[in-house]
């Protein structure tokens, strides 16, 4: 029980990571308050997570509109008293291209959801974060220090990295305020975008989605995918304090296809 009597902020609650970070938190005695955009997703959500309504609050945020980030902290507050942690799963990770083919309006909203987005939400719980001290979790990319030879994504990746180099200025600022920040970077986790890419795959191809699924794995050193789980994992431990002495670090859940 990681997490008994903690209150987890967990941004980009929907049907993946964010629902098994939620999940997690909960599971390991603490209490999860879920934000996203679409208010169907995060009651559906803690309707499964916590059946009962004693452990969960839930808000319609976009981390774009610092007010809506705002309101969140305060839900967190006002439900559950104060905020140990908070968790940044919110991404737009569906843009593709590379630089060539680039619109960098489009790029500008990337960066302002994954960047700025996680700035603003992460400003906005500083206030009751600093009364206990803390911990901030960031959900990153194996893409922004590895690029993928399948998928172009340099918008995402290169929104990702920039995040992931503020974890270094913000885990220096905060830390006198006790306040942890570090990253989590997934490679390919097994979920539900990871699921439609297989079979979209397979679909394209006209082969088995266990033909797309084993090239894939093949680049792990263990013979299987992370799951959404395992990243869940390692952000419940972060957000605990068994990790009270970890601060401005970066830890891939690959299954060791990039070992650093």
């Not at 191809?205 to 699924?213: F, I, S, T, Y």
Request: net charge negative; with cysteine.
């Amino acid at each position: 029980m990681l997490l008994t009597g903690k209150t987890v902020v967990v941004s980009g609650v929907g049907p993946g990571l964010g629902h098994r970070v939620a999940e997690t938190v909960v599971r390991d005695g603490g209490r999860a308050v879920l934000g996203a955009r679409t208010e169907a997703n995060l009651a559906a959500s803690a309707a499964e997570i916590d059946p009962a309504g004693g452990r969960t609050a839930f808000l319609a945020t976009d981390i774009t509109d610092e007010r809506r980030c705002e309101a969140l902290a305060a839900l967190a507050v006002e439900r559950f008293g104060g905020i140990d942690a908070v968790v940044h799963v919110a991404a737009w990770d569906s843009h593709f291209g590379g630089l060539q083919d680039a619109d960098f309006t489009t790029w500008q909203s990337v960066i302002d959801v994954n960047l700025l987005g996680t700035l603003r939400m992460t400003r906005a719980c500083l206030p009751a974060l600093k009364e206990r001290g803390g911990s901030v979790v960031v959900i990153g990319t194996q893409s922004a220090v590895s690029a993928p030879s399948q998928l172009r994504q340099a918008a995402y990746a290169a929104s990702k990295g920039a995040l992931t180099s503020a974890m270094y200025s913000l885990a220096r600022e905060l830390g006198p305020d006790r306040i942890r920040v570090n990253t989590v970077l997934p490679g390919w986790m097994w979920g539900p975008p990871v699921q439609a890419y297989v079979r979209s795959t397979a679909e394209t191809e006209g082969v088995p989605e266990a033909d797309v699924l084993a090239r894939l794995t093949e680049r792990m050193a263990l013979p299987e995918l992370a799951t959404d789980g395992d990243v869940a994992e390692a952000v419940a431990f972060l957000a605990s304090d068994r990790a009270r002495a970890i601060t401005g670090q970066s830890l891939l859940v690959n299954a060791g296809e990039l070992m650093r």
